[in-house]
């Protein structure tokens, strides 16, 4: 089994990040799965502000085009907490797509009554909310809360021992208390936070489960390309994942010029 998990985090400037973010993955995965951890040229810079992420989606779609050509993947991984591409890939992808939101929320679901959700600041905030509501899931997000890093790349500092990290964790935990006290009865955070609260062997705060998300992540992966497997099903073509019709994609092909598109 071949994994593309794609991150929105640079490949230079938050090299210390993905390396964390792949040895949890590659721990995580079965014998013969292999997980190919990958980041973006140049990397979220401000995602919590909506242009900013619409530029940076364009690329995971782009990788998405190029693993849809070589026909070498099992699933293609979205571990970016912001669904980045979401319903583009479903669109034009036929082995499974994977969101780190959708099997983060929905498990912490499984697991207690109402979660809460660690975010990097305020901004962030608001979109996390619409994200989980569009679930269905209003009745059960307990709280978003948020720490003060708004410089993303200072996050690549958090592994290792470092006044970041110490700050960072100080910071998480009192975020967590918040999202404790208004009901959050299972907890899970965004971004590189989860890959550092992970590395530090955290899975819990004052009792309440922290999720290790992308250690899930692989694991929800690998069911579901299993399932694909033995189903030969892995999205609905009905509705909201209707795939566009060969010849849309041959036209759309030519006009934009986009190669891995012009076979179809």
């Given at each position: ?16 990040s993905?390396a ?13 799965t292999?997980v ?38 099992d699933a ?81 500092n ?8 110490e ?13 404790i006290?208004k ?35 692989v ?43 012009k076979?179809?």
């Amino acid at each position: 089994m071949r994994i593309w998990y794609q991150l929105l985090s640079s490949e230079t400037g938050m090299n210390n990040s993905i390396a964390a973010t792949q040895a949890i993955a590659s721990k995580a995965a079965a014998p013969g799965t292999i997980v190919e951890v990958r980041g973006t040229t140049n990397g979220a810079l401000g995602d919590n502000y909506r242009l900013f992420w619409h530029l940076d989606t364009r690329e995971v779609i782009a990788n998405a085009l190029k693993v849809r050509q070589s026909g070498k993947y099992d699933a293609f991984v979205i571990a970016n907490s912001l669904d980045p591409g979401l319903v583009e890939l479903r669109e034009m992808l036929d082995i499974p797509v994977v969101s780190f939101m959708e099997v983060c929320c929905f498990t912490a679901c499984m697991m207690g009554e109402r979660f809460g959700i660690l975010v990097s600041n305020e901004k962030f905030a608001p979109r996390y909310r619409e994200i989980a509501i569009g679930y269905g899931l209003r009745d059960r997000l307990a709280a978003v809360e948020a720490t003060r890093f708004n410089n993303i790349r200072e996050m690549n500092n958090l592994f290792g021992a470092t006044d970041s990290a110490e700050r960072m964790l100080a910071e998480l935990s009192d975020a967590a208390r918040r999202a404790i006290a208004k009901g959050a009865d299972v907890l899970f955070a965004s971004g590189p936070k989860a890959a550092f609260l992970a590395s530090r062997g955290i899975y819990e705060i004052d009792g309440v489960p922290l999720l290790d998300c992308y250690s899930l992540l692989v694991k929800v992966t690998e069911a579901m390309v299993a399932m694909h497997k033995i189903t030969g099903v892995c999205v609905s073509r009905k509705g909201l994942y209707q795939s566009p019709p060969k010849e849309l994609i041959m036209k759309a092909a030519e006009i934009h010029g986009i190669e891995e598109l012009k076979k179809g």
